[in-house]
């Protein structure tokens, strides 16, 4: 219909299922300052780290003033037991895909130079290379997925969250870590750290000199942590049609591309629509679900 939805009317409630001052914290935030300019109306953001944010927002009034910006836990949310519904029980706004910045990284002075050493050594004796991950999330999946692609035994440990990984490998207790750019760039400026491949079918434009794995001829890509804006069942489409196009004109920004680039070390790029974005849910959920620890 050519009548466009009055919306925002009032303030916009978004639930953070993360602690402030990280990631997904910050994108609000900075993507809140550009929804203000625009509609004359603010975020609300409420921090509630893990599966309760989710919880509240499932059961939030359905009015068209209700979201969540979700990662990849509602994805495989049903899946492993953590919820009885996942992102599918709710009302779809848009899947932000992520980009491709995980990476294998080593020390500087590590034996291995190039990716195919550290699997070629890994091939040899599976015991003799050790990789550090968390045993949840994306690094845990990741690291499952690179088994089945390469076919070796790869040998893993927990070693915690990313700041615990990267002092595992500054430590020397394991030999690569699987991480991401943004997490470990500094360690790499600082002389410590190389990365010897990064995820992706093509090189990450901010970090343009580690080569994927596909260039190095592991025929291996994993999908990247996606976001995902979520409604509670039963909002209105057009409310959500409506959210869709507004953070998609907001992400198509330039201003927005300096300030994902400057504060978060980030690419910006256009949001799908509603419908693209449930199909390529569905995607991810079966990727993501492939590998959920039960």
Same mark, same amino acid.
């Given at each position: 219909?050519?009548?466009?939805?009055?919306?925002?009317?009032?303030?916009?409630?978004?639930?953070?299922?993360?602690?402030?001052?990280?990631?997904?914290?910050?994108?609000?935030?900075?993507?809140?300052?550009?929804?203000?300019?625009?509609?004359?109306?603010?975020?609300?953001? @409420? #921090? &509630?780290?893990?599966?309760? *944010? +989710?919880?509240?927002?499932?059961?939030?009034?359905?009015?068209?003033?209700?979201?969540?910006?979700?990662?990849?836990?509602?994805?495989?949310?049903?899946?492993?037991?953590?919820?009885?519904?996942?992102?599918?029980?709710?009302?779809?706004?848009?899947?932000?895909?992520?980009?491709?910045?995980?990476?294998?990284?080593?020390?500087?002075?590590?034996?291995?130079?190039?990716?195919?050493?550290?699997?070629?050594?890994?091939?040899?004796?599976?015991?003799?290379?050790?990789?550090?991950?968390?045993?949840?999330?994306?690094?845990?999946?990741?690291?499952?997925?690179?088994?089945?692609?390469?076919?070796?035994?790869?040998?893993?440990?927990?070693?915690?969250?990313?700041?615990?990984?990267?002092?595992?490998?500054?430590?020397?207790?394991?030999?690569?870590?699987? @991480? #991401? &750019?943004?997490?470990?760039? *500094? +360690?790499?400026?600082?002389?410590?750290?190389?990365?010897?491949?990064?995820?992706?079918?093509?090189?990450?434009?901010?970090?343009?000199?580690?080569?994927?794995f596909k260039?190095?001829?592991?025929?291996?890509?994993?999908?990247?942590?996606?976001?995902?804006?979520?409604?509670?069942?039963?909002?209105?489409?057009?409310?959500?049609?409506a959210f869709?196009?507004?953070?998609?004109?907001?992400?198509?920004?330039?201003?927005?591309?300096?300030d994902f680039?400057?504060?978060?070390?980030?690419?910006?790029?256009?949001?799908?629509?509603?419908?693209?974005?449930?199909?390529?849910?569905?995607?991810?959920?079966?990727?993501?679900?492939?590998?959920?620890?039960?």
């Amino acid at each position: 219909s050519s009548e466009k939805i009055d919306w925002p009317t009032q303030p916009v409630n978004i639930m953070c299922p993360a602690a402030a001052g990280g990631g997904t914290d910050m994108t609000l935030r900075i993507l809140n300052e550009y929804f203000t300019k625009l509609t004359g109306q603010p975020f609300v953001i @409420t #921090n &509630v780290t893990g599966i309760s *944010g +989710y919880e509240q927002t499932y059961q939030a009034n359905p009015d068209g003033y209700n979201f969540i910006l979700g990662t990849t836990t509602i994805f495989t949310s049903k899946e492993d037991g953590t919820l009885d519904y996942d992102w599918s029980d709710y009302s779809m706004v848009g899947l932000y895909e992520g980009d491709y910045t995980t990476v294998i990284a080593v020390q500087a002075d590590s034996p291995y130079q190039t990716i195919n050493d550290l699997l070629d050594a890994a091939k040899a004796d599976p015991h003799s290379v050790t990789g550090g991950i968390t045993l949840s999330g994306q690094p845990y999946m990741f690291a499952q997925a690179l088994k089945d692609a390469t076919g070796i035994d790869l040998y893993y440990v927990d070693v915690g969250n990313t700041s615990e990984r990267n002092a595992a490998l500054l430590g020397g207790q394991v030999d690569y870590i699987v @991480t #991401n &750019v943004v997490s470990a760039q *500094g +360690y790499v400026d600082s002389g410590d750290f190389r990365f010897l491949a990064i995820d992706g079918e093509e090189r990450y434009e901010l970090c343009p000199d580690v080569p994927t794995f596909k260039e190095q001829g592991v025929d291996f890509c994993f999908y990247a942590q996606p976001m995902i804006w979520l409604a509670p069942a039963g909002t209105d489409p057009e409310v959500c049609k409506a959210f869709n196009e507004i953070l998609n004109q907001i992400y198509t920004n330039p201003n927005l591309a300096e300030d994902f680039k400057t504060k978060l070390s980030t690419v910006a790029h256009a949001l799908p629509s509603v419908e693209e974005s449930t199909e390529l849910a569905k995607e991810y959920a079966e990727a993501f679900c492939k590998y959920v620890k039960k």
